[in-house]
C-alpha cells in the first residue's frame, strides 16, 4: 500500500533529521540521499513525483549509474522533497527562498523554522539563562540571521567533531548540549509544537550518536552529564508529540525519558515524565488517572531535590484532588505546592520549571481554589493574574484564562465565563496549542445550558470551528 502524501511529509521530516543523511548531503551525494529515502519507505515513483525527476533517472542516481552534477537538479530534488536549509547548504545551496526559514508568529515575531538555524538559536536562548521579553527576542533572532555562518563555523564544529569522533566530547560541548535543550525548553513556551518538532528531533538524534560512541563508564561526568541532557529534552519531545496527538510516539519519548533517569541517577526526569502524562487524562475529565499519576511522580522526586519540581506537581495533585471533589487532599497539596514555590528558584532549577512564574502558579490557585468553594479567593487571585496579563507569555495565558473561566462558572458568572474561554480560545488558536483545547471543550460542556446568553452563543460557535481546525491540521 503506498503512503499518502501527509505520511510521506512525515517521514521525509523524520529522515531529514537523521546523522546519515546529513552525511551524504555533506557529500552531494543524491544517490545517496535516495538510497537511504527508499530504506525508510519513500518510493522512487513519489521522489520522481515530488521533485519531477523522470523515475528512470532517479533509478540511475540510486544505483550510482549516472551521477548528477547540475545545480538545477540538486535544486529540483531539494525543492521537491522539502529539504531543511541545513541540508540544502551542505549540497550547496541556498535556502528556498534566498533567505532563514522562518515562521510569522505573535505580534510579527518571525523565528527560524529551519533545523539547523532553530537549533542554534535554542542554543542561543540556553546560554542566556534568563527569561525573554519581546524586544530581545527580536533582536536574538535579527542576530541569529546576521551571524549563522560565524556560529557555524565556531561552536557548531564542535559538534560536529564530537559527532564523527564521540569519544572525543569534552566540556565545551557537553556545555552547549546542555543548553541548546534548555533553549528547546524556553522555545515550547513561545512556539506552536509542530515549529520546533524538528529541530529537537535533530537534536536528540546528535545527543544519541554522540553518547553510542563512548563507553558506559559511571565514573564519565560528561557522560552522565549528556544523559541528563538526553532525558530532559526526550521528556519534552514527548510532551510536544502529545501536543501533536502522536500518543505513541510521546510514550516512546518518555519510555527514553525514564531510561536515561535510570542510568544518570537522576529520578527527577521520571518525575517530570508523570506530570506531563498527567494531562492527558486530566484533559478527558479522568481526575483520578491523573492524580495517581501525580503521586506517582511525587514519590520518585527525592525531598529537596528540586523545589520548582515539587511546587509543580503537588500544585497539580491540588487541582486535581480540588475536581475529585475532595477538599482536604486539595488543601493539602496545596500547601505542599505553596511552601515548595516559596524557597523555589525556578530559573536556578531544572529546565522544565522554568515555565513556573507567579502568574502560572496564581493559575493553579484559582482552579484549585474555584473548585473547592473558595470563590472569593479565586476571583481575587483571578483579578490579579488579570492585570498582569499582559506582560504574560501568549501560551500561559490561554492556560489562565482557561483557570479563571473555570473560577466564574462556579461562581455563577455565565457571561463573565463564557468571555474568558472565548479570550483563551483565541489565544489556543494563535499558539495553535491543541494539548489545551480539551480544557476549553470541557468548558464548552459546562456553558452549553446557557447557549442562548449571546456571549455564550459566540464561544460554543468559536469552540466549534477551533474543533474542526485542529481536526483538519495536518499537526
Known amino acids: 500500500m503506498t503512503m499518502d502524501q501527509e505520511r510521506v511529509r512525515h517521514v521525509l521530516g523524520t529522515v531529514f533529521a537523521r546523522q546519515d543523511i546529513e552525511d551524504v548531503c555533506k557529500q552531494r551525494d543524491l544517490g545517496g540521499v535516495i538510497r537511504i529515502l527508499t530504506k525508510y519507505g519513500i518510493t522512487q515513483g513519489q521522489i520522481a513525483s515530488l ?25 529540483s530534488f531539494a525543492d521537491g522533497l522539502g529539504m531543511p536549509g541545513h541540508l540544502r547548504r551542505y549540497m550547496g545551496l541556498a535556502s528556498s527562498d534566498g533567505r532563514s526559514s522562518a515562521r510569522v508568529v505573535s505580534d510579527g515575531v518571525q523565528i527560524p523554522t529551519d533545523t539547523f538555524d532553530l537549533q542554534l538559536f535554542a542554543e542561543a536562548i540556553g546560554k542566556r539563562g534568563e527569561p525573554l521579553k519581546r ?7 535579527a542576530q541569529l540571521g546576521a551571524q549563522s555562518a560565524l556560529v557555524q563555523s565556531e561552536a557548531w564544529e564542535k559538534v560536529a567533531f564530537a559527532l564523527s569522533r564521540p569519544s572525543s566530547i569534552d566540556e565545551a560541548v557537553v556545555r552547549e548540549m546542555e543548553a541548546r535543550a534548555a533553549g528547546f525548553h524556553r522555545l515550547e513556551e513561545m512556539l506552536p509544537a509542530h515549529t520546533i518538532f524538528k529541530g529537537l528531533a535533530a537534536h536528540l538524534n546528535e545527543v544519541g550518536t ?8 559511571p565514573k564519565d561526568e560528561l557522560r552522565r552529564r549528556l544523559i541528563v541532557v538526553a532525558g530532559e529534552s526526550s521528556v519534552l519531545a514527548g510532551w510536544i508529540a502529545t501536543d501533536l496527538g502522536n500518543i505513541s510516539a510521546a510514550r516512546n519519548f518518555y519510555d527514553t525519558a525514564e531510561k536515561a ?5 537522576d529520578p527527577a526526569i521520571i518525575a517530570c515524565a508523570f506530570g506531563y502524562r498527567s494531562y492527558i487524562p486530566s484533559g478527558k475529565g479522568n481526575h483520578g488517572r491523573a492524580r495517581s499519576l501525580l503521586a506517582t511522580a511525587l514519590q520518585h522526586l527525592p525531598k529537596n531535590a528540586s523545589p520548582g519540581t515539587t511546587s509543580w506537581l503537588a500544585a497539580r495533585h491540588a487541582e486535581e484532588s480540588a475536581a475529585l471533589g475532595e477538599t482536604e487532599a486539595a488543601l493539602q497539596s496545596w500547601d505542599e505546592a505553596r511552601e515548595a514555590f516559596n524557597i523555589a528558584d525556578p530559573e536556578e532549577d531544572r529546565v522544565w520549571t522554568r515555565f513556573l512564574d507567579q502568574d502560572r502558579f496564581d493559575s493553579f490557585k484559582i482552579s484549585t481554589y474555584a473548585q473547592i ?5 479565586a476571583e481575587a487571585v483571578a483579578h490579579a493574574v488579570i492585570a498582569r496579563l499582559p506582560e504574560v507569555e501568549r501560551k500561559r495565558a490561554g492556560i489562565i484564562l482557561g483557570d479563571i473561566a473555570t473560577a466564574h462558572i462556579v461562581h455563577g458568572s455565565v457571561q463573565e465565563a463564557a ?5 483563551g480560545l483565541a489565544v489556543i488558536r494563535e499558539t495553535e496549542s491543541g494539548i489545551w483545547l480539551p480544557r476549553f471543550i470541557v468548558l464548552g460542556e459546562a456553558l ?3 447557549q442562548t446568553q449571546p456571549p455564550v452563543r459566540a464561544f460554543l460557535e468559536e469552540l466549534a470551528v477551533t474543533k474542526r481546525q485542529f481536526s483538519a491540521s495536518p499537526r
Open 210 to 217: 554522540i553518547l553510542n560512541g563512548t563507553a558506559t563508564d
Open 419 to 423: 468571555r474568558a474561554a472565548r479570550d
Open 448 to 450: 452549553r445550558r446557557w
Open 373 to 377: 468553594g473558595r470563590l472569593e479567593e
Open 135 to 141: 524586544r530581545e527576542l527580536l533582536a536574538m533572532v
Open 261 to 265: 533517569s535510570k542510568e544518570a541517577g
Open 51 to 75: 521533485t519531477g525527476i523522470p523515475q528512470g533517472r532517479v533509478s540511475e542516481y540510486k544505483s550510482g549509474k549516472r551521477i548528477p552534477t547540475a545545480k538545477h537538479t540538486f535544486e
